[in-house]
């Protein structure tokens, strides 16, 4: 079974930073692209951030300058660094990989996956 498990959210005051990371486990042969998406109250789910197994990125233009990603392909891992957060930005985070995964006997099967998300506010 594949899985993303994300930290580094919290409570952080308008100017401030945060890292999340987002790590892949389970039978993954590999992993074609990972991207944050954010869910604000009242608001549909959207793409803030994407990478692929490349480091090609592309960003929502409301957070292009302050958040950069960043991608371990060793570690199967994704970091987003946030840096002069805005109230705007407050929202639960998820993390997603489009990844190809190890079925029994060794099958592989193309899977996409979602993290349980973690909530990032900021408010003075």
């Known amino acids: 079974q594949v899985q993303l498990v994300e930290s580094g959210g919290g409570l952080v005051q308008p100017g401030g930073s945060l890292r999340l990371s987002c790590v892949a486990s389970g039978r993954i042969s590999s992993i074609n692209a990972m991207a944050w998406y954010r869910q604000a109250p009242g608001k549909e789910r959207e793409l803030v951030a994407g990478i692929t197994s490349g480091a090609s990125t592309n960003y929502v233009d409301s957070v292009k300058g302050r958040f950069t990603l960043s991608r371990d392909n060793a570690k199967n891992t994704v970091f987003l660094q946030m840096n002069n957060l805005k109230p705007e930005d407050t929202a639960v985070y998820y993390c997603?990989?489009?990844?190809?995964?190890?079925?029994?006997?060794?099958?592989?099967?193309?899977?996409?996956?979602w993290g349980q998300g973690t909530l990032v506010t900021v408010s003075s």
């Open positions: 997603y990989a489009d990844l190809i995964s190890i079925g029994l006997g060794g099958a592989l099967a193309s899977l996409e996956v």
